[in-house]
T-cell receptor, first 115, second 113 residues
Framework: DQQVKQNSPSLSVQEGRISILNCDYT??????FLWYKKYPAEGPTFLIS?????DKNEDGRFTVFLNKSAKHLSLHIVPSQPGDSAVYFC??????????????FGKGTKLSVKP | EPEVTQTPSHQVTQMGQEVILRCVPI?????FYWYRQILGQKVEFLVS????????KSEIFDDQFSVERPDGSNFTLKIRSTKLEDSAMYFC???????????FGDGTRLSIL
């Protein structure tokens, strides 16, 4: 049951260039989407989120784009830095009914930024 | 910046034994969660907790699992009789009201022998 899919297990980018991480979802009830970054031996760290009423949210070097018709979101990191090297998880939740918004995660994309 | 703390960082337990994983959520948060990640797999939702009761639970969260908020600060996950397949990283998370992000602890690595 893959409601949230990250089809690229890994991505390698040169320092200073743009990193684009992609995520697809199947459940049309999802209305809140998040990106988390995870280093080894640490928990997921919240990066940026977007509500389904928006199509773009920007925070410094990080921008998330949401295309509801395609059920697709992407995370852009510009410019990429070596410290951005981590596993990035896409997550989604549905705040319908009595749900308290438990997160459904993708499998993650390991980003490597080369100096 | 306030953070979610989890103890212990690593727990090794014999199969069939009970284990309690502990979490201290961020102090003004009202919603609490447990997730787990088996090695090489996705992070999976286990249970959510609000207003001193379980809000939602997944199929994984069977009768062997229970959660408790014994006081105003701790949130615990108990596995009554551990199985080999319970070996995983267990993450606690908490969030505030509304469309706020969940904040995660660094996890407890549970190893069942």
């Amino acid at each position: 049951d893959q409601q949230v899919k990250q089809n690229s297990p890994s991505l390698s980018v040169q320092e200073g260039r743009i990193s684009i991480l992609n995520c697809d979802y199947t459940n049309s009830m999802f209305d809140y989407f998040l990106w988390y970054k995870k280093y080894p031996a640490e928990g997921p760290t919240f990066l940026i989120s977007i509500s389904s009423i928006k199509d773009k949210n920007e925070d410094g070097r990080f921008t998330v784009f949401l295309n509801k018709s395609a059920k697709h979101l992407s995370l852009h990191i510009v410019p990429s830095q070596p410290g951005d090297s981590a596993v990035y998880f896409c997550a989604a939740s549905a705040n319908y009914g009595g749900s308290q918004g438990n997160l459904i995660f993708g499998k993650g994309t390991k980003l490597s930024v080369k100096p | 910046e306030p953070e979610v703390t989890q103890t212990p960082s690593h727990q090794v337990t014999q199969m069939g034994q009970e284990v309690i994983l502990r979490c201290v959520p961020i102090s003004n948060h009202l919603y609490f969660y447990w997730y787990r990640q088996i090695l090489g797999q996705k992070v999976e939702f286990l249970v959510s907790f609000y207003n001193n009761e379980i809000s939602e639970k997944s199929e994984i969260f069977d009768d062997q699992f229970s959660v408790e908020r014994p006081d105003g600060s701790n949130f615990t996950l108990k596995i009554r009789s551990t199985k080999l397949e319970d070996s995983a990283m267990y993450f606690c998370a908490s969030k505030g009201v509304g469309n706020q992000p969940q904040h995660f602890g660094d996890g407890t690595r549970l190893s069942i022998l």
